[in-house]
């Protein structure tokens, strides 16, 4: 039985390391030929160069994913590329459009709700959260490991007949060091939506997928495709809710509503 078509005003991805083998490019591929949206923004690390450079994977799913993209972009999507880190030779690109997709360093969204919300990869907000380069050396080849082990449980997992589950970030959410990391993280993106007089922010590249109100901003995380297969939507009431999709669901799995999308639901019941 063919699933249902996924509706929303607006999608948000990031962090997707196309050619890198831990991408989980048939999740998302799953995922954007069910989604109809009017825009799509693409938060940075949509390809992984850095990984490209040390040994060229560049399969099939990943060659689809892209033109789905640009499928989306000519068939009317407004698609929106902000390069992150491991694809930053595409901040450099001298021509804002390409195949009717557009390269911006950082954009301002408007919500059907009128809410303002920054729009950045995040990699700006390292020198926040890194206590120095030697310490983001070595979490960067234990997060390396951590991935290749996350594989190697999958493969097991799939022979079994068990569905996709992310040991990395198990992992991740039992140390204390990591949520420390994040804290910090979201604090100095927070700040900056402040400093600007903005309503939000949305970014991706620590690859942990968030959605929460503090002191009335928005902080939204839009995770990644390499550990936990999330994405952000915003419905045409411009309220926000983060999902994770593997393409075993009739739905994506709820991770988090936005405040004003539990209020009106709320609304709605009574």
Same mark, same amino acid.
């Given at each position: 039985?063919?699933?249902?078509?996924?509706?929303?005003?607006?999608?948000?991805?990031?962090?997707?390391?196309?050619?890198?083998?831990?991408?989980?490019?048939?999740?998302?591929?799953?995922?954007?030929?069910?989604?109809?949206?009017?825009?799509?923004?693409?938060?940075?690390?949509?390809?992984?160069?850095?990984?490209?450079?040390?040994?060229?994977?560049?399969?099939?799913?990943?060659? #689809?994913?892209?033109?789905?993209?640009?499928?989306?972009?000519?068939?009317?999507?407004?698609?929106?590329?902000?390069?992150?880190?491991?694809?930053?030779?595409?901040?450099?690109? /001298?021509?804002?459009?390409?195949?009717?997709?557009?390269?911006?360093? #950082?954009?301002?969204?408007?919500?059907?709700?009128?809410?303002?919300?920054?729009?950045?990869?995040?990699?700006?907000?390292?020198?926040?959260?890194?206590?120095?380069?030697?310490?983001?050396?070595?979490?960067?080849?234990?997060?390396?490991?951590?991935?290749?082990?996350? /594989? #190697?449980? $999958?493969?097991?997992?799939?022979?079994?007949?068990?569905?996709?589950?992310?040991? %990395? %970030?198990?992992?991740?959410?039992? +140390?204390?060091?990591?949520?420390?990391?994040?804290?910090?993280?979201?604090? !100095?993106?927070?700040?900056?939506?402040?400093?600007?007089?903005?309503?939000? +922010?949305?970014?991706?590249? +620590?690859?942990?997928?968030?959605?929460?109100?503090?002191?009335?901003?928005?902080?939204?995380?839009?995770?990644?495709?390499?550990? $936990?297969?999330? !994405?952000?939507?915003?419905?045409?009431?411009?309220?926000?809710?983060?999902?994770?999709?593997?393409?075993?669901?009739?739905?994506?799995?709820?991770? %988090?509503?936005?405040?004003?999308?539990?209020?009106?639901?709320?609304?709605?019941?009574?």
């Amino acid at each position: 039985m063919p699933q249902a078509r996924l509706n929303a005003r607006t999608l948000f991805i990031s962090d997707v390391h196309l050619g890198s083998k831990d991408c989980k490019a048939e999740f998302l591929l799953h995922l954007l030929k069910r989604v109809d949206v009017e825009r799509l923004y693409l938060v940075g690390d949509i390809v992984d160069f850095w990984a490209m450079k040390r040994q060229l994977f560049w399969p099939t799913l990943h060659h #689809q994913v892209i033109q789905q993209i640009l499928g989306m972009a000519r068939n009317g999507v407004e698609v929106i590329y902000i390069p992150g880190n491991h694809d930053e030779v595409m901040r450099k690109y /001298r021509h804002p459009d390409v195949a009717s997709i557009r390269i911006q360093r #950082q954009a301002i969204h408007t919500t059907a709700a009128n809410k303002r919300l920054l729009i950045m990869h995040g990699d700006a907000f390292d020198a926040e959260t890194c206590h120095s380069k030697l310490l983001s050396f070595v979490g960067d080849h234990l997060y390396d490991f951590l991935l290749w082990l996350n /594989r #190697q449980t $999958n493969r097991v997992r799939n022979l079994f007949g068990h569905n996709y589950w992310s040991l %990395a %970030a198990y992992i991740k959410s039992q +140390i204390g060091k990591a949520e420390e990391v994040i804290g910090h993280y979201r604090a !100095a993106a927070l700040r900056e939506t402040n400093k600007r007089g903005l309503d939000g +922010i949305i970014c991706g590249h +620590i690859h942990h997928p968030e959605l929460v109100e503090s002191d009335d901003l928005i902080y939204a995380n839009t995770g990644d495709w390499v550990e $936990n297969c999330s !994405a952000l939507f915003e419905n045409h009431d411009g309220q926000l809710s983060l999902m994770k999709y593997t393409c075993t669901e009739a739905r994506p799995a709820v991770l %988090a509503f936005g405040r004003d999308y539990i209020e009106t639901s709320k609304r709605r019941a009574s």
